[in-house]
């Protein structure tokens, strides 16, 4: 299958520090990455690059068939959809879901509310509908909890049908129910032979959701380890990304992660 996403050799220097350290990746279509690290590991810094928010200090990245800095990036950032912190500080609290989830297609078409046409309504509803909050589509977003909230931003980041999916940390302050509501709705995406190629960033395997299928591994910049899910996410690898002695389960397609305990005798 093709790249949807090709990275050789991409670092990212500020000042004396590597915020990324020749990291090489390529996500394929209809693949879904969980790209994990611990904090200041450097995952929001790779998902700017592949969001072609950000250019590399060095190294060269391929964006949906195109090489990043021979495009227009205003032309390929319609072509992916973003949540993440820094999005959603910019989301209106008094508009409707629904509107919310519409005027992604106004950003990128510059077309007037008024004009969107049934088909752009039916897509929204259905958007709303696949991450679980259709009930609430006439609400205002500054009425939501948190977690309805995250879905709402996912439903609005696929609004413009991108051909890649950047999702940074969206069960970052979500409660035990939030999480497990947030990780079933990530599964049916993940599933869905629709849905574009994912990248799901977070520090919590336990926030993994059954479907998805690679993940990235970094510390400090640099990748530890990166490859098939099953294969790569060993307990080994997860101590090394995160600097101490872990266990890692894994049940039912959900994984979980403690510190090793020192045993005597
Ligand atoms: N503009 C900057 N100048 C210097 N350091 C930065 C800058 N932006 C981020 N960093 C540092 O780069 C590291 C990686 O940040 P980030 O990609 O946000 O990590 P993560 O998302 O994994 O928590 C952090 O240590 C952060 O403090
Ligand atoms: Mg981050």
């Given at each position: 299958m093709s790249a949807v996403l090709e990275l050789a050799e991409v670092t990212v220097r500020r000042g004396q520090s590597l915020l990324l350290d020749r990291v090489?990746?390529?996500?394929?279509?209809?693949?879904?990455?969980?790209?994990l690290g611990a904090n200041g590991a450097g995952k929001t810094t790779l998902m700017q690059i592949a969001g072609a928010q950000l250019h590399?200090?060095?190294g060269a990245v391929g964006l949906?068939?195109?090489?990043?800095?021979?495009?227009?990036i205003f032309e390929l950032r319609p072509r992916i959809g973003v949540s993440s912190a820094a999005v959603a500080e910019q989301i209106p609290r008094d508009e409707t879901v629904r509107d919310l989830v519409l005027t992604a297609s106004y950003a990128v078409?510059?077309?007037?509310?008024?004009e969107y046409d049934a088909v752009d309504h039916d897509r929204a509803d259905a958007l709303l509908r696949e991450v679980g909050v259709a009930p609430l589509a006439d609400r205002t977003y500054g009425t939501l909890s948190e977690g309805e909230r995250k879905r709402v931003q996912i439903a609005r980041a696929l609004?413009?049908?991108?051909?890649?999916?950047?999702l940074d940390e969206p069960a970052?302050?979500?409660?035990?129910?939030?999480?497990?509501?947030l990780v079933s709705t990530l599964s049916v995406l993940a599933h869905d032979p629709l849905s574009p190629a994912t990248v799901l960033v977070s520090h919590h395997v336990e926030e993994i959701p059954p479907g998805f299928t690679h993940v990235m591994m970094l510390r400090g910049g640099k990748v530890v380890a990166q490859g098939q899910l099953e294969e790569t996410l060993t307990a080994e690898a997860l101590s090394a990304t995160f600097g101490m002695p872990l266990v890692l389960e894994h049940h039912d397609g959900r994984y979980a992660a403690r510190r090793k305990q020192h045993h005597r005798g």
């Open positions: 090489s990746w390529v996500v394929r279509e209809g693949e879904r990455w969980i790209l590399p200090t060095s949906l068939g195109e090489l990043l800095g021979t495009v227009d078409l510059g077309r007037w509310r008024e609004m413009t049908d991108p051909e890649l999916l950047l970052a302050g979500l409660d035990l129910g939030g999480r497990e509501d």
